[in-house]
């Protein structure tokens, strides 16, 4: 019995075994997440023409661009554009939704709408998670396109940890 024990804890398997355990308290300690929450990971996302000016020969132009704080689920924003029908109207963070497919308003983007619009705004949980899902997008309005002229997709780009 007792060579049957130490072979269960023999080389192979203990550090093995001791590095998982290891991370498993981290994650339940929270010791893990809580170094993960400090990443700052840059948001990008192109505008593209919509609804009714997709078809009407667009001349939409500009991007999202900004950073996301996974710990204090803060993201900051510059929206930048040009080729819009007129003023920009109406701003907002849509989703949760799939490129291509509509959503509801998850945070207003205040005014001024001069390109560029700069801000940050702070997520819920379920907003930062849809967020980093690639279910977050912007939604620029004009008063000849109140349902939305321009629409950027937002994508989280990677962290690189060094090691």
Same mark, same amino acid.
């Given at each position: 019995?007792?060579?049957?024990?130490?072979? @269960? *804890?023999? %080389?192979? !398997?203990?550090?093995?075994?001791?590095? &998982?355990?290891?991370? $498993?308290?981290?994650? #339940?300690? =929270? +010791?893990? @997440? *809580?170094? %993960?929450? !400090?990443?700052?990971?840059?948001?990008? &996302?192109?505008?593209? $023409?919509?609804?009714? #000016?997709? =078809? +009407?020969?667009?001349?939409?132009?500009?991007?999202?661009?900004?950073?996301?704080?996974?710990?204090?689920?803060?993201?900051?924003?510059?929206?930048?554009?040009?080729?819009?029908?007129?003023?920009?109207?109406?701003?907002?963070?849509?989703?949760?939704?799939?490129?291509?497919?509509?959503?509801?308003?998850?945070?207003?983007?205040?005014?001024?709408?001069?390109?560029?619009?700069?801000?940050?705004?702070?997520?819920?949980?379920?907003?930062?998670?849809?967020?980093?899902?690639?279910?977050?997008?912007?939604?620029?309005?004009?008063?000849?396109?109140?349902?939305?002229?321009?629409?950027?997709?937002?994508?989280?780009?990677?962290?690189?940890?060094?090691?």
């Amino acid at each position: 019995m007792r060579n049957a024990t130490r072979h @269960a *804890g023999s %080389a192979f !398997a203990g550090p093995r075994l001791a590095a &998982g355990l290891l991370a $498993a308290a981290l994650l #339940a300690s =929270g +010791a893990w @997440a *809580g170094a %993960a929450r !400090a990443d700052t990971l840059p948001v990008r &996302g192109h505008f593209m $023409a919509e609804g009714k #000016a997709a =078809g +009407a020969g667009s001349h939409v132009k500009g991007h999202v661009s900004g950073s996301f704080d996974t710990g204090s689920d803060v993201l900051s924003y510059t929206v930048t554009y040009s080729g819009l029908s007129g003023p920009v109207v109406a701003a907002h963070f849509h989703g949760p939704a799939a490129p291509g497919v509509s959503a509801g308003v998850l945070q207003p983007i205040p005014a001024p709408y001069d390109s560029p619009i700069k801000g940050e705004v702070t997520l819920t949980a379920d907003q930062a998670a849809d967020l980093t899902k690639g279910l977050v997008y912007v939604n620029l309005h004009t008063a000849a396109n109140p349902m939305g002229e321009a629409r950027a997709q937002l994508h989280l780009g990677r962290h690189h940890h060094h090691g």
